[in-house]
């Protein structure tokens, strides 16, 4: 009994880490002027999972951090590191990407946003599966 119940927590202990993924930090401006985030030279990082959402026949991406993060940290990081005018903190893989934001306990922290245009792509699936049914 004792060993099925250390399996099954193993079990989901081991799903729930899988689905955890990293990204980097960068501090911003509201001009958008950005620097990432080091400390000791190394990248900072943090733990959550990228997701996407839908406004409208607009895309966007963000980041939805661990519970634990302390954002107040991060932020504090950002400003003693390259000025006050670093309020934002906000995920970003490469220096190509998107401006994204983070999001935390269900609310979006400030920072800028980027959306993705896709034209009625989702409009045009709907109309034909309800063609077909």
Do not use: R
Request: hydrophobic residues 40%; contains cysteine; aromatic residues 18%.
């Amino acid at each position: 009994m004792i060993k099925n119940l250390f399996l099954i927590l193993g079990s989901l202990f081991i799903v729930n880490n899988i689905h955890a993924e990293n990204t980097y930090v960068i501090c911003a401006t509201k001009d958008k002027k950005w620097d990432w985030l080091k400390e000791n030279g190394d990248y900072v990082t943090v733990s959550g999972q990228w997701k996407t959402a839908q406004s409208g026949y607009n895309y966007y991406s963000y980041f939805k951090l661990k519970d634990n993060t302390n954002i107040n940290d991060l932020k504090n990081k950002c400003i003693e590191k390259f000025g006050i005018s670093y309020i934002f903190i906000q995920p970003a893989s490469n220096i190509y990407d998107d401006w994204m934001l983070f999001e935390m306990n269900e609310q979006f922290l400030k920072g800028i946003m980027s959306f993705t245009p896709v034209y009625d792509i989702g409009h045009f699936y709907n109309s034909q599966i309800k063609k077909a049914q």
